[in-house]
């Protein structure tokens, strides 16, 4: 088969996708302008602009245009809008890994082309996933800024993307809103919502991780999955919460970001009560923060503040994914770069956590369901390690059968279907 022919059933089945059925975007930046969440728990029903289901549970007498018994189907995210497709996208291309992990635990991981920003791959090693580390991943940058031609080279059906992250952040001032329309048109949908932290661009709703997780179900139509999977999850913050001390008994946790440089005293405090997937597993062992949102907010602080804070505990966030490399976690690359510079300095050596050993790797910001549990099992055992036993940075992400607080066989049976 030739290139040219190659590309032309690409754009066939892009097509195919794409305008199988009605397209309620209203432009680029529009919300959802239908079948959008009703109630706040996340549900939202999939419909047909006449009301009737399009969830395929039908007689199949109308809308088979397939011919492969599926009805045509709505998936709906802010800020793209309800899509109408008649079959199932094949390939996607991330750039947030949580997005990929999303997939993954639908049991996509087939489709899966590239993440920009990609999760560690030792993280899926417990759940028999075989994830490229991110430099074996094609890229999609290139002199610091969105590398265009990369995006049409991928050609994927649909980019997990929130289309306003690509001109949004603006990082090098380079890319438009129109270069983000061109793609849309000239590639694929987009299907995403920049739900890791709000942005200056994000003045629509931010969805909550098990939110997006749902919508991405209706998009791959991998509804028993997602309910499986979301059970899993209640299961674990129940079980946690059942065992949590009195909310007086405690501790504040000062969180630092892993931009932090210990070494020069500069430190960035950050709030664990703050929206996004990124503070979910702080959010859901309900952790109190030392840092005011004020002060998360008010850029980087020196030791003479810190301890004036003096946090019981202190965490770096992203600190468990981004020393090492990305098959394994290094404990003594995050002592060299974190606790000794602080146990070597004059003021950083009066801190609490610092005297008493309890600064902690803390959570890569980048998670979906299957890496949100882990990390919340993880700060679990940090932070209480007599009630769920000790965390073991050495030998992360395996954890002992005995302080396992969800079941690994449980989650690899969802992802592979036997549900």
Request: net charge negative; with cysteine.
């Amino acid at each position: 088969m030739t290139d040219e022919t190659d590309r032309s059933e690409r754009v066939d089945r892009r097509n195919y996708l794409r305008y199988g059925g009605a397209v309620a975007l209203g432009g680029l930046l529009a919300g959802c302008t239908g079948g959008g969440p009703s109630d706040g728990d996340g549900s939202q029903p999939s419909t047909t602009d006449d009301g009737s289901s399009a969830d395929g549970d039908g007689d199949g007498s109308d809308g088979d245009a397939s011919g492969d018994g599926m009805a045509p189907y709505e998936a709906c995210i802010e800020p793209v809008g309800c899509l109408t497709f008649e079959s199932v996208p094949e390939t996607y291309a991330v750039y947030n890994g949580g997005w990929a992990d999303m997939a993954f635990a639908l049991g996509q991981q087939d489709g899966f082309l590239t993440a920009g920003n990609m999760i560690p791959s030792f993280f899926f090693e417990p759940f028999d996933l075989d994830v490229p580390p991110q430099d074996e991943l094609p890229s999609m940058w290139a002199d610091g800024g969105w590398d265009k031609e990369s995006f049409y080279e991928l050609d994927p059906d649909v980019f997990l993307i929130d289309p306003n992250y690509l001109h949004g952040t603006g990082w090098d001032g380079s890319w438009s809103e129109a270069d983000t329309a061109e793609i849309r048109e000239n590639i694929a949908p987009f299907f995403g919502n920049n739900m890791r932290r709000r942005r200056g661009f994000h003045d629509y709703e931010l969805y909550g991780l098990y939110e997006g997780f749902e919508r991405l179900a209706d998009l791959f139509q991998e509804r028993e999955r997602y309910e499986a999977l979301a059970a899993v999850h209640e299961e674990l913050r129940t079980e946690i919460a059942s065992r949590l001390p009195p909310e007086e008994e405690r501790p504040e946790v000062g969180l630092i970001n892993s931009g932090s440089n210990p070494a020069s005293g500069e430190i960035y405090p950050l709030y664990t009560r703050g929206e996004g997937y990124e503070m979910k597993p702080y959010r859901d062992l309900e952790v109190k923060s030392a840092f005011s949102e004020e002060l998360a907010e008010s850029g980087a602080i020196g030791y003479e503040r810190l301890l004036e804070v003096d946090p019981e505990i202190i965490v770096v966030h992203w600190g468990i994914g981004t020393t090492g490399d990305t098959d394994s976690f290094s404990a003594s690359a995050f002592r060299e770069q974190y606790v000794t510079p602080m146990e070597e300095d004059e003021v950083g050596s009066e801190l609490t956590a610092v005297s008493e050993g309890r600064v902690y790797p803390g959570a890569y910001g980048e998670q979906g369901p299957i890496v949100n549990l882990l990390q919340t099992e993880m700060k679990a055992q940090q932070l209480y390690p007599e009630e769920f036993g000790e965390f073991d940075p050495e030998a992360f992400p395996e954890v002992p059968e005995e302080n396992r607080l969800f079941d690994r066989d449980r989650v690899n049976d969802i992802i592979a279907g036997d549900l």
